[in-house]
């Protein structure tokens, strides 16, 4: 009892693992809400980034290539979703304007 009291403080309750259990139940809860609330924000930016962007569909290197035409929402978006790893960018970019697809595995 003095070596608990010593470690866990002298309120410590006498099952402290039913606390710890409680604890673990309450973290899992959370990592699955934070799981959802990503999933939901990456949905979300995916609505607003092809809403925004344009397919290229000509015979270029960039055939298949979301273009973000410059607007800055669409880059601003595009770049949340490259950090998110959702996205890829093109490296050959120029200025403002940028272009994106689904990443690749």
Excluded: C
Excluded at 40 to 66: C, P, S
Excluded at 86 to 98: A, I, T
Aim: glycine share 6%.
């Amino acid at each position: 009892m003095a070596k608990r009291t010593a470690i866990l403080g002298k309120d410590a309750p006498e099952h402290w693992w039913d606390e710890m259990a409680t604890l673990r139940e309450r973290i899992a809860e959370l990592e699955a809400e934070k799981k959802r609330l990503r999933e939901r924000l990456i949905e979300a930016l995916e609505d607003a980034f092809f809403a925004i962007a344009h397919l290229v569909q000509d015979d270029t290197d960039r055939k298949g290539w979301y273009d973000s035409q410059a607007r800055s929402t669409a880059v601003d978006v595009g770049n949340q979703l490259v950090e998110l790893g959702v996205l890829e960018r093109h490296p050959d970019g120029y200025g403002r304007r940028w272009f994106y697809r689904r990443k690749q595995d």
